[in-house]
């Protein structure tokens, strides 16, 4: 049992870091916009990285904050009737959701986000949104390692919740 909770724990660490890593990385963007915005309406120069960077920093912001927001259980749920129903239920309810739709969605999504990953490593893909036109693999690779991390936290609570759905006590 206690090599189950130390794995548990690293899976929980591994969220942590990615939650820090993306609070540096919202300040990063904070400060990327407002130097454009600086640039743009005092000297009448934008920069012509600014847009391709906040929509790659943004998005590796939200996919790599998920396994955090997971392992918090913060995500979007219907809690008028959840909240109300016994924990059993619940936990129950989790459980085979987390089963029915979490694995093999984010599985899916992994498998698919990392062949675009390498398609466009391979292809030397280029962005087609902005002027500067960057490569898009340091992007797409962020994808399936955010996703990556979410199963991993998902993992984690499904094996807590199953466990506190059998045994009546938390692991």
Do not use: C
Request: proline letters at 4%; aromatic letters at 14%; charged letters at 20%.
């Amino acid at each position: 049992m206690d090599f189950i909770k130390k794995i548990l724990s690293g899976i929980d660490r591994i969220s942590t870091w990615s939650g820090r890593a993306v609070s540096l990385a919202t300040f990063a963007m904070v400060l990327i916009i407002a130097y454009d915005v600086i640039l743009r309406y005092a000297f009448r120069a934008p920069t012509i990285w600014q847009y391709d960077i906040s929509y790659m920093l943004g998005g590796s912001i939200i996919i790599l904050g998920s396994g955090y927001v997971h392992s918090q259980r913060r995500h979007v749920r219907v809690d008028i009737i959840y909240n109300r129903l016994p924990q059993r239920i619940r936990l129950t309810i989790d459980v085979l959701l987390t089963l029915i739709f979490f694995f093999p969605l984010i599985t899916g999504l992994i498998v698919a986000a990392t062949e675009h990953a390498i398609h466009a490593y391979k292809v030397k893909e280029f962005s087609e949104v902005g002027f500067w036109r960057p490569l898009m693999w340091p992007f797409r690779s962020v994808i399936p390692i955010g996703l990556s991390i979410l199963w991993l936290q998902g993992l984690a609570n499904f094996i807590r919740d199953t466990y506190m759905l059998v045994k009546g006590k938390e692991l």
